[in-house]
Structures are given as C-alpha cells and as structure tokens.
C-alpha cells in the first residue's frame, strides 16, 4: 500500500491596513491623548522615556493621556544604548505585567532612538502586540527612527540583532522638545537629514544646507517645515519597501547610503565616535567613491564637504584611511558583509538625488577610498 502524499494546505492571511500619520509641528506632544483614543479607547497608557527626557517631556504627555480618559504608568530607562538590552526590555515587560497593562492598552516610547527601539519593542512582544504611539524627542529620532517600524535591541554579538517591525499608530514629532536637546545631538540628525536630501532631493539637500544657522538656532519658523520633508523622503522610501525584502530598486536598502563606511567607523572606534558623526564621514565617503568610479561629475566629493562643514559635521574622512584605524575599518566591513550573507550592496551617488548601488568588497571601498585602482 502506498502512503497518500502529504495534503498541502493554504493558510490564508489578509493583509492588514498598518499605515499610519506623522505629524510634525511645534507642541504637537499635546495631542497625544487625543491621537491614542482617535478611533479606539485604551484604559491605560505606558509611558517609557529616559531619564533625561521623562522630567522634561512626561508631565505634558501624561496630562493630555490623562485629559482623554487614560490611567497613566511612566517608565525611564538611563539614557544611552547601555538601555538597549533584552534584560532591560524583559524588566519593563514584567513591570508593565504587574501594572496591569492589558492587550488593549497603548506603550508610548518618549525619548530618543534608544527609546523608540526600545519601547517600539516593548509594545510588539507585550502579550503578542499592543499598540505604540512614537514621541520621538531627539532629531535622529525624529526624522529617522521613529519611522519605518523597526523596533529592536542590541545582543551581545552586535546592535539590533534582537528585533522586529512594529508600526506606530501614530508618530507625534513635535519639533519644540529640539531646544533642550544638545548641539551634538542635533547635529548627528542633521546628518540623517542630509542623507535623505542625498538620495531622494537636491533642493531638501540645499534647503538643509542653507538652513544651518536656523536649523541650529531651532528657529520654529524654519525646522518644522525642514523636519517633515525629511520625514516625507523616508516615508516614501519605506513605504516602497515596508519590510526591507528588496535588495535594490528604490527601496529600504538605499537608506544605507553612507551608512558601511559609517557603522564601520562607529565600531572601529569602539562607538566613541557617535552615529550621525560616522555617518557624516560615510557620506564624505560615498561621495568620493562615486567620482572614484566615474559615478558622478567631478566635484560630488567638495559639494558634501562643503555641506558636511556648514551643518558642524565632521570631515576628517582621511584620517580613517591608513594604519591600524583603516584595519580596524576592514575588519568591521568583513563583519557586516558576513553578516549580510558574503557582500555589501554600497549605496552610491549618480547626482545628489540620485542614488545608485554596487557590489563592492571592503578592500575595493577602502582601495576607491584611498584613490588607488581596486586591486
Ligand atoms: N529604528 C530605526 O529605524 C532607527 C534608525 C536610526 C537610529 N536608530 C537607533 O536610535 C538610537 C540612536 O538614537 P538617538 O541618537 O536619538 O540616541 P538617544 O536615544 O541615546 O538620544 C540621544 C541623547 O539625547 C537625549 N535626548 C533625547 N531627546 C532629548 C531632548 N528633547 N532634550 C534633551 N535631551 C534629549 C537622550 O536622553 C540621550 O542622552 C540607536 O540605538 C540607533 O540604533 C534606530
Ligand atoms: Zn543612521
């Protein structure tokens, strides 16, 4: 007798509605009660935040939580990507257990990128997914973390390993909370900014560029404006490719622009130098690179500099080059390219605007770099 062959059975699972709005604007924190019970209603809110962020930013959200019928529990992390860890993250599952938060109830990550991911997640695994509203406080937060839906924390092994995407309700960016916020920090945002301009639009590239004193100066006149076309640039890149399967095209993976000289830099500096710090440098860097190889026109490489310097970011690319700095360099590309099964889509620049990619090996970036024909 022969055994019947397997029964195959589909499962099917209709796709669900996970887009949501951004608002950007000056006190829109104030709206977040609003926004949470919009067209549901939460008995309780879990506000996680940072030690810095929660005594300047907790009271006006707790209000407007409790103003639209919300118990409130508040949560601070000390700040930094130390907070980043599955410990930490398992604790403030227990202690949101114990508080009694209920599927139906809403995590709202207050803070910057570490507490975007680290609420963001938070939110997914509690009892298999309760609803997240972002209240990003700092500029990379704002215009990079808090939207696309990727939540995570670092393991031992390596920075987001341990993560998921877990779309927002909604994402208040209220450019107001960016006074408090230190010079370093606006800048490292700046950079996410310019790379948006790169990729996808010349005239935000120059709108970014010619707005440093008022960018700087938190000028309320000019930053919500700038802040929400950089957030519109990315939305549309992710929305292209909401869950990063596409390996080029326009989609997720061209947000790596300056981004594998730039992890590369922040590891082999043992993360002294900070994220939009390294990335400034990559961009430096992706934009040699395109002249080295013919990419672009002559002059790519002065017009990111001259860029770079006007927004306070670092320049200093070269340094990175040679000696024991350029090995360590190498040795964190071959990482990531291991990491991304055998090799590194670089993310290269035709224009700004214009995005293009290649498949590069670390000594061939490091050889273009260095202005060397790859061996
Ligand atoms: N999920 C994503 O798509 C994505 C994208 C980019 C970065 N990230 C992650 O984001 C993290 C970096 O984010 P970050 O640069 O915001 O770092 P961060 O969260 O550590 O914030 C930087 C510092 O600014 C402080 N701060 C934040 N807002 C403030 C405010 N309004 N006033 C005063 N101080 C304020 C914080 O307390 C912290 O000390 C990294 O872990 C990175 O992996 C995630
Ligand atoms: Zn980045």
Redesign the pocket.
Known sequence: MSTPAPRVLEVAVPPRDLGYSVHVGEGVLARVGAEVTRDRQPRRAAIVS????LP??GPVVRRSLEAAGLAVVEHAVP???AS?RPEVLVALLGALVDEGLGRRDVVVAL???????LG?LVAALLMRGVDLVQC??????QV?????????V?LPGG??LLGTFWFPRAVLVDTS??????DV?LA??LA?MLKHGALFSAEHFEQVVEGAASLAARDPAVLPGLVATSVALKAACVARDPLELSDGGGGRVLLNLGHTVGHAIEAASGYAV???EAVALGLRAAARLSEARGLCPPGLEARMVAALAALRLPIELDAWLEGERAEALARAMAHDKKRAAGSITYIALAAIGQPCTLRLSPDEILDLLRGRAPR
Do not use: I, M, Q
């Not at 990079?144 to 995570?152: E, F, L, R």
């Not at 909370?177 to 230190?182: C, G, I, K, W």
């Open positions: 940072d030690h810095n962020v300047l930013y700040p930094g990507e980043k803070g910057g990128g570490v507490v975007g991911d963001g990003p406080t700092s500029l990379v937060a990079d973390a808090s939207v696309g839906g990727k939540v995570a670092d920075k987001n909370v960016l006074r408090t916020l230190p920090e490292c945002g996410e900070r994220h939009g």
